[in-house]
């Protein structure tokens, strides 16, 4: 995406850069070395004071965190069991232990950070003790730190290295590289007593604790206790459903139903069942199983109000989906700042996605589309706002692969991690897209029951593919700016001569064609619009990585470096001169001074060259003195 623009002063920038290089050069310079050992109340003293005094100050500071990337590694992906122990001693300073797990507990505090949080752990019966960070991707469900469940903790294939501030710790990345074992109720000793704890924790709304001791419970389920299961599954469902794992919510619904209809009990709790998982599939967008589900539902308990209501729903859903058929008149009523997620279907119905000749794939029409006629209308697979300061938030990233210095929607990375774990059915069409660094591929993998996220594949897709929805709702801070991925419109290529624009409806894209579009052909949209040629091809190869070969282009790139220059200053004096002068009711001399400006910038642009071809530098002047009297 093309974010907004953070300025940052050349000695600051340059700063960062090489307190960076200099903490990567330090730590291949020590590759190999043997860890030294470290004490570890020294080590949780300073945490607890840290976290005391500083912690939280910083979490909630709005300066800029700067990071680095273009470092990849790939998570473990060895079972648990395969893993041989390894400890604290035998860590070699940047190194990934890879074929090893490191056993340790937590004995600080954990400290939360913006970007990361970090602990000190300890081997049981030593004093030797170290730093364990886990970056940028910290918790198991939404808002819940994962180092915070438990206490014993299994460090799979564990990187030690440097820190920012040139300390050593354990680094984790991909949140499947920790184990937490010691999750849940301590005290619950059976699959009851779990389902108890879950209850309790599930009616102070602790949803993480009550999800822990459910699944514990799930665990410790014995043969004869099928009944039980079924209601720890109900529960969990539930429980799923507020902590948006809608796979898992749907999974854990339909294994508690019972094939027996006939006692009353048996049929609300079947009601129940379906209700949930039928939940679930609405708000994974599958519209089809949502109705199966819920007429179900209604077979069981007829006149459901709460039925009904989504089945009417479901219907809209399926209607949007199949035909393009939105009320936006009555959508854009709706939004709000805290109405932002538009509860709609995507259509995608006349397009489809191939092949191009040059340029991976792309977005193409399957029938003929008039101008101005939908293309697409797809809703975010997921946004962060502006408003939600907590998840919207920007960092610099200083791109090891190729020295560049971007802003980056680290909130938007985070989020779609944490969608993606939690629902894992999504996983594949989002690793689908393109990213630079291509990971495990387009497969998910999973080992040990759990999902497995290359983080640094899915940073690459963000960098290349999201979009900023704009300030919908009042002017944006560059710091925590709105970002979004919409997966299927992400296919759709740059061109300077595009033949789509796009538009939002809070977290609705809507696509539409600005000239007729025939069946076949390829849709574009302009990536970025700035009217000099250097400009955009600097923005189109530092964001998106490509250089732009259209017609435009083509000719621009032909011009003379003055005559580019000429029209350049000519386009600020041009600009200059809209924003100090109001073209309604100007005097004639204003009017005319920006006559003379219009003649001095068309003289810049060959007729023949252009012909057809847009004057992008024109388009202030234009609006200008169409809206000036003519004098």
């Not at 399926?318 to 997620?341: C, H, M, P, V």
């Not at 960092?395 to 971007?406: E, H, I």
Request: aromatic share 6%; charged share 30%; hydrophobic share 35%.
């Amino acid at each position: 995406m093309a974010p907004k623009a953070i300025f940052m002063e050349p000695s600051e920038d340059e700063r960062i850069r090489k307190a960076i290089i200099d903490r990567v050069e330090a730590a291949k310079n020590n590759a190999g070395q043997p860890r030294k050992a470290q004490d570890a109340h020294s080590l949780r003293s300073n945490a607890i004071s840290t976290d005391l005094f500083s912690g939280t100050s910083e979490k909630r500071s709005d300066r800029i965190v700067t990071y680095a990337v273009g470092r990849p590694y790939p998570p473990c992906t060895a079972p648990l069991a395969d893993l041989q122990p390894i400890k604290l001693s035998e860590l070699k300073t940047e190194t990934h232990h890879r074929g090893k797990v490191l056993e340790v507990k937590r004995i600080g505090p954990v400290v939360q950070q913006k970007a990361a949080s970090w602990t000190v752990v300890s081997e049981d019966g030593s004093e030797d003790g170290e730093q364990v960070q886990m970056f940028l991707h910290r918790s198991l469900y939404d808002g819940e730190e994962l180092m915070e469940s438990g206490s014993a903790l299994k460090i799979k294939e564990p990187y030690f290295t440097l820190n920012d501030q040139n300390e050593p710790t354990i680094r984790i990345d991909h949140p499947s590289d920790l184990v937490v074992t010691d999750t849940g109720d301590k005290s619950a000793k059976s699959a009851k007593a779990c389902k108890e704890a879950g209850n309790t924790a599930l009616k102070r709304t602790e949803l993480a604790e009550a999800h822990e001791n459910y699944s514990k419970g799930l665990s410790l389920i014995k043969e004869g206790e099928e009944d039980l299961a079924r209601d720890i599954h109900r529960n969990r469902a539930l429980v799923n459903l507020q902590l948006h794992r809608y796979d898992e919510a749907k999974t854990d619904a339909l294994a508690s139903i019972i094939n027996d209809d006939n006692d009353p009990k048996h049929k609300d709790l079947n009601s129940k069942a379906h209700s949930r998982a039928g939940t679930a599939a609405y708000n994974s967008g599958d519209y089809t199983e949502a109705k199966r589900l819920f007429a179900s539902k209604l077979n069981l308990s007829p006149g459901d109000k709460e039925a009904n209501t989504y089945v009417r729903a479901i219907e809209a859903r399926l209607k949007e989906q199949d035909i393009g058929s939105y009320d936006f008149k009555k959508i854009r009523a709706n939004l709000s700042q805290t109405r932002s997620r538009i509860d709609v279907a995507s259509y995608t119905g006349k397009t489809a996605v191939k092949a191009t000749a040059n340029a991976g794939r792309g977005l193409f029409a399957t029938q003929d589309i008039k101008a101005n006629d939908l293309i697409i209308c797809e809703k975010a697979f997921c946004v962060v706002w502006a408003q939600e300061p907590t998840k919207a938030w920007t960092a610099m990233t200083y791109d090891l692969r190729d020295n560049q210095m971007r802003a980056t929607p680290a909130g938007l990375h985070r989020a779609v991690v944490q969608k993606l774990l939690n629902n894992p059915s999504q996983v594949e069409k989002v690793l689908g897209l393109f990213g630079d660094y291509t990971g495990f591929g387009k497969k998910l993998h999973t080992q040990d029951g759990s999902s497995i996220m290359d983080t640094f594949q899915i940073h690459d897709i963000i960098a290349r593919n999201a979009f900023g929805p704009g300030g919908q709702f009042g002017e944006e801070d560059a710091t925590k700016a709105s970002a979004g991925l919409w997966v299927y419109a992400a296919y759709i290529n740059h061109s300077c001569l595009p033949n789509a624009e796009k538009e939002y409806i809070g977290d609705l894209m809507l696509v539409r064609a600005t000239r007729d579009i025939k069946a076949g052909e390829e849709i574009y949209h302009a990536y970025d619009e700035s009217a000099d040629y250097d400009a955009r091809q600097q923005s189109l190869m530092r964001t998106w990585g490509f250089k732009c070969e259209c017609a435009l282009c083509a000719v621009e790139k032909e011009e003379k470096l003055e005559m580019r220059a000429k029209r350049r200053e000519l386009e600020k004096d041009a600009y200059d001169f809209v924003m100090r002068e109001t073209p309604q009711n100007a005097k004639r001399l204003v009017v005319v001074k920006m006559k003379k400006l219009k003649k001095r910038l068309e003289e810049t642009y060959d007729e023949k060259k252009y012909k057809d071809l847009p004057r992008r530098a024109m388009v202030n002047v234009d609006l200008w003195l169409q809206a000036a009297p003519d004098w």
